[in-house]
């Protein structure tokens, strides 16, 4: 469960004070996958930022599983992203000196997992995303839809509760954006809560819910298929 | 142990070699020459350290040439040696022929048999009088020290040699090795091969002039008075009066009679400075350099370390995102300087090796002491941990939220 | 193209004033120890007389005892006895030649309020001053004749000159040294030797001497002896004759031979001479007499101190060290250029253009570093001025010489340095890097 209430997000420089968020409400039930869309700056990635504990707020309340954000400190907060959280990059986000198994490694090691168990997991869930026979390739000898996948694999390795995805497509030409999002509706079949950021609208409408975020407000939680812009599919 | 990423870290550095490569070998040099420079400096230290047997902090010594047609060694000698102990203040003067540990001096060679080929131990060779023992504070540890009735003059151009000697203990052992020093009372040696001098007494300590040479603690005192226009006055003062007394001394001496010069007025604490200023500026310098060089290494790893946490800025930031606390991020850069430093050391360990041989083959230094390699060890590598901190610190605080950032 | 790349070069270090200005000390530091050390090397092994060291011939006869060398493992005695060296003299054998004494005395001053002092003598032949080129201030030298006299005559120094007699010219006048008065007949301009080459038994580094006179005085007034003194047995008989005639070595010898052939001449002469002695019953030893000229006897004596050839060693790994932290930064700093350097190699910059304009900017730091590790240097002398005290002084100048050197290693050591990082960055591919940027 993942609970914002009247979430408020200001930036203060010396001059202007900017309101990134303002009356933010959300409620994320298990098992949803919810795309955010919205015009450039309305506030997307501060919200999953802040969703993902990668940002603290201002003002409101956050409750991610009975945790109230506010009252965690920076270890309580990295440990629950690891833990709970799985992160998806527009930019994949990978550590290029590292091979796959290493790259996929990196939260588990964060976890302090015994070494079997780590290689269990990292098996598992790379040869889930089709690269299972490339552990020992550096990312830049992938393709990005290939690059995708590793860090789909680094996210669902720990097993989180959530993932959230930053324009897991938008580094991607669309064959490749495709077949990330049909891995995405897998995972999310399998019980894992989806909140992916996008700016289309056509991913969005392959979602269950979208929440469309303008000028740091929900103006409009529409099901995807009363959306406006819904395609004549 | 999972958490301590060694692999990982291992593995992304070789993807890097050239960078750690580098830190390495730079490690590595600077801990070939600090370890080398400390094993100096320590033993230009412990060089420094060993006691003359004088009262250093208050003696000191003049030279005093008379001139002209009418001078008369002998009555001056006699009368300044008077006038001096006379002196209030003053524990005692003698006349010598030359200044413990100053540089200049006089050396020959003792058998303990006569013939050609008898083999010889050198000493240093001080001539005075029975006053000898209180001006140059030695105790005679075995036999008897010099009476007035032995002392003699020894005339310009007098080559033979008085019948008594008194020894230092060290001389005595290296004369005869055989048997304990105290039984070298009453032994007869030779001088010049053929000249027979008996040991009356031994002294504890007095050192050579020459603070280099491998026989400093032979001394050797015959009961004499020199006969010569150019003579030196050691004199010992009680605490404190030492720089009053140099001052009066020297005008009460020029005034007592004119007709000469009185030079070179100058402390033990000075001639011991001088004497050892060589050894005390290789220490300055190296010193200075090992500061330096530890400075330019540690400099080098907060510039090379604040580099990389730049220019991995988002990787800490998707590191973050993962699940890092700050404290694994610190720990990586750390982990990553030991392990770089690690492999520096190994190759420092053998080059300081070397370098202490090559410096053995072409100076004249000894073989280090063998736990200097691993102070040197520990010293850099917490060097080296110090200078990641900072940098690492920095690390630490990228916000997570970068890792979503688009750049 | 070169002011181009300069500009680009001064661009990019202001760009990143931090780092730079680390590389830069690095190499100050660097080329400031290594020129301290090198200047004072330099100056310890500088040749003295550099146009006739190769025609200046010291000489060792070996006339030390039957039982063992006077230096292990089988060197002939750093001196030379009395008696030979006026036997060498009597022979005139040489186209110059000098035997020499130090000792001291006292002089007195004509005017009774100017206080008598005491002066280093040195004691020699009326060759000696053409023979080292003794620079005259006023009069000049003694000649043979003076010598085989025995007339009281005397070079004096400038500083004495001043002395005694108020700068004025004494050429002419008398002077009173140990008691006995003697004639100026020249006195030097400053003479500063580094190393006083011509005798070094007590220091390679002492000034000239304050007075000159003839060798003869040694006997005719039982002038003590300077320098070291060292027997292989004792004189025979007493007084000052009995140890002029000792085998007490207390002299050094030098003979100017202008040619090989002068030279090989020379040689036979000491072994004939050798050879005679042995007939008289001395020279116990196989022959083996010496003649080293300047250089090979400064080498001999290592005029060069341990310290200081260690010291400059370290100095060098030192710098070494300063490289390789320049190379690790100039990798680090061109690696964060790869997106500027793909885009010039995607409009067409040569790949030896973007090589040249690192290694511009590797010198351009070098350069810069090397500059102030030149007032680096200087500060380093004036520190070993400080610590060895102010009989070093000659040694511790940085001359034209020393700061060309200084100009170049900085140099040469930056675009070493600068080399590995320039490839490294002129090897990034074009475009590769400007999608993902």
Redesign the interface.
């Known amino acids: 469960m993942l609970i914002m209430t009247n979430l408020e997000k200001t930036f203060r420089t010396d001059l202007v004070e900017t309101h990134a968020l303002r009356d933010f409400n959300l409620e994320v039930k298990e098992g949803d996958f919810v795309s955010v869309t919205g015009p450039s700056g309305s506030g997307k990635?501060t919200f999953?930022?802040i969703a993902?504990?990668?940002?603290s707020y201002t003002g409101g309340t956050y409750m991610l599983d009975d945790y109230n954000v506010a009252t965690l400190n920076?270890?309580q907060r990295?440990?629950l992203?690891?833990?709970k959280i799985g992160?998806i990059?527009?930019?994949f986000?990978l550590?290029?000196?590292?091979?796959l198994f290493?790259n996929v490694?990196?939260?588990?090691?964060?976890?302090?997992?015994?070494?079997a168990e780590?290689k269990k997991r990292i098996t598992e869930s790379l040869e889930k995303v089709g690269l299972g026979n490339r552990m020992k390739h550096?990312p830049s000898q992938l393709s990005g839809g290939q690059q995708q996948r590793v860090a789909i694999a680094?996210a669902l390795a720990?097993e989180p509760r959530f993932l959230l995805a930053?324009?897991p497509t938008?580094n991607l030409d669309s064959q490749m954006a495709k077949s990330v999002m049909t891995l995405l509706k897998e995972i999310n079949l399998q019980g894992t809560t989806i909140i992916m950021v996008t700016h289309d609208p056509e991913l969005a409408m392959q979602t269950s819910r979208n929440v469309f975020v303008k000028d740091g407000k929900i103006c409009d939680a529409a099901d995807v298929h009363t959306m406006p812009l819904a395609s004549n599919q | 142990m999972?958490?301590w990423?060694l692999?990982?870290i291992l593995?992304?550095m070789t993807?890097?070699k050239v960078g750690a490569i580098l830190i390495a070998l730079q490690i590595a040099v600077t801990m070939t020459i600090i370890v080398n420079a400390a094993y100096i400096i320590v033993e230009r230290h412990t060089m420094m350290q060993r006691d003359s047997g004088l009262d250093e902090q208050n003696s000191f010594y003049l030279t005093t040439t008379g001139f002209g047609a009418d001078f008369e060694p002998k009555r001056v000698i006699t009368e300044d040696l008077d006038l001096i102990r006379r002196t209030p203040g003053v524990v005692d003067a003698i006349q010598i022929n030359a200044i413990p540990i100053s540089g200049g001096g006089w050396s020959m060679s003792l058998t303990t048999e006569t013939g050609d080929d008898a083999d010889d131990v050198n000493t240093a060779n001080y001539m005075t009088d029975e006053h000898g023992s209180n001006a140059l504070d030695f105790n005679i540890i075995a036999g008897s020290d010099f009476v007035a009735s032995d002392v003699r003059w020894r005339e310009r151009n007098q080559t033979d040699w008085p019948d008594k000697a008194l020894v230092t203990k060290a001389l005595a052992e290296s004369l005869f090795p055989e048997s304990p020093w105290q039984e070298s009372v009453g032994k007869t040696v030779y001088i010049a091969e053929d000249e027979p001098v008996i040991i009356t007494g031994i002294i504890d300590k007095l050192q050579a002039p020459w603070i280099g040479w491998s026989n400093l603690e032979h001394a050797m005192i015959t009961p004499e008075y020199l006969v010569s226009e150019s003579t030196r006055y050691f004199i010992r003062t009680e605490p404190g009066q030492r720089d009053r007394l140099m001052a009066e001394l020297e005008s009460t001496l020029a005034d007592k009679y004119p007709n000469r010069i009185i030079r070179d007025v100058t402390t033990l604490t000075d001639t011991r400075e001088r004497s050892y200023r060589q050894h005390s500026a290789m220490i300055t310098i190296l010193t200075t350099v090992m500061f330096l060089l530890t400075l330019v290494t540690a400099v080098g790893i907060v510039g090379l370390t604040s580099f990389n946490v730049n220019r991995r800025k988002?990787?800490i930031?998707?590191?973050?995102?993962?699940?890092?606390?700050?404290?694994?991020i610190i720990r990586y850069f750390m982990l990553e300087n030991l392990l770089i430093s690690a492999g520096g050391l190994l190759l420092g360990v053998v080059l300081t090796i070397a370098l202490n041989m090559a410096l053995i083959e072409w100076f004249s230094i000894t073989a280090l002491d063998w736990f200097y390699i691993p102070i040197g060890v520990v010293v850099l590598w917490v060097v080296g941990q110090l200078a990641v901190l900072g940098p690492a610190l920095r690390a630490s605080r990228v916000?997570?939220?970068i890792?979503?950032r688009?750049v | 193209m070169f002011s181009y790349y300069l500009k680009l070069s001064l661009k990019s270090i202001r760009k990143n004033p931090y780092l730079s200005g680390l590389m830069m000390i690095a190499i100050a530091l660097g080329i400031g120890a290594s020129m301290t050390t090198i200047t004072v090397n330099y100056l310890m092994s500088s040749n003295p007389i550099p146009h006739k060291s190769e025609q200046l011939y010291y000489v060792q006869l070996d006339s030390w005892s039957p039982h063992f060398p006077a230096q292990e493992p089988n060197e002939p005695p750093d001196q030379m006895t009395w008696r030979d060296a006026n036997n060498l003299m009597d022979a005139q054998q040489a186209f110059r030649q000098t035997a020499m004494a130090s000792s001291g005395a006292v002089i007195e001053p004509p005017d009774r309020d100017n206080k008598p002092f005491m002066a280093s003598l040195r004691l020699n032949f009326a060759d000696f001053f053409p023979m080292f080129d003794a620079p005259f201030l006023y009069g000049r030298a003694w000649e043979y004749a003076d010598d085989k006299a025995g007339n009281y005559v005397a070079v004096i120094s400038k500083e004495t000159n001043d002395r005694v007699f108020g700068g004025e010219n004494s050429v002419g006048r008398p002077i009173t040294i140990g008691g006995q008065q003697f004639t100026v007949t020249g006195v030097l301009d400053d003479w500063v030797l580094v190393p006083r080459f011509y005798d070094v038994t007590t220091g390679a580094f002492k000034g000239t001497e304050d007075v000159y006179i003839p060798f003869a005085m040694k006997e005719l007034m039982q002038l003590p002896n300077g320098g070291n003194t060292n027997c292989w047995k004792s004189p025979e008989g007493e007084g000052f004759e009995a140890f002029l005639q000792s085998e007490c070595v207390n002299y050094q010898m030098w003979v100017e031979l202008p040619t090989q052939a002068d030279k090989n001449a020379y040689m036979a002469f000491l072994n004939a001479y050798a050879e005679e002695q042995k007939a008289l019953g001395r020279f116990p030893r196989p022959l083996n007499n010496r003649l080293s000229d300047v250089m090979t006897w400064m080498e001999n004596q290592e005029v060069v101190a341990d310290d200081a050839q260690m010291m400059m060693w370290m100095a060098f790994l030192f710098l070494l060290v300063c490289l390789l932290n320049t190379i690790g930064l100039l990798l680090s700093k061109f690696a964060t250029r790869t997106g500027d350097i793909a885009l010039r190699r995607a409009i067409g910059s040569p790949r030896s253009a973007i090589f040249s304009q690192y290694v511009m900017e590797s010198a351009l730091i070098g350069v810069i570093g090397g500059l102030l590790g030149l007032g680096l240097a200087l500060l380093g002398l004036q520190g070993i001025k400080q610590l060895y005290g102010s009989f070093v002084s000659d040694l511790v100048e940085l001359d034209l010489t020393m700061v060309m050197l200084a100009i170049a290693l900085s140099i040469v050591a930056s675009i070493l340095a600068g080399c590995y990082p320039a490839w490294r960055a002129c090897s990034v591919p074009p475009a590769s890097n400007l999608k993902?940027q």
């Open positions: 990635t999953l930022n993902g504990l990668l940002e920076d270890k990295s440990r992203r690891n833990e992160f990059f527009q930019s986000n550590i290029p000196d590292l091979n290493d490694d990196v939260p588990l090691r964060y976890r302090g997992l015994g070494s780590r550096l680094r720990g930053d324009e938008g | 999972s958490r990423e692999g990982p593995r992304a993807r890097n988002k990787q930031g998707t590191r973050r995102a993962l699940g890092a606390t700050q404290g694994a916000p997570p939220a890792a979503t688009t | 993902t």
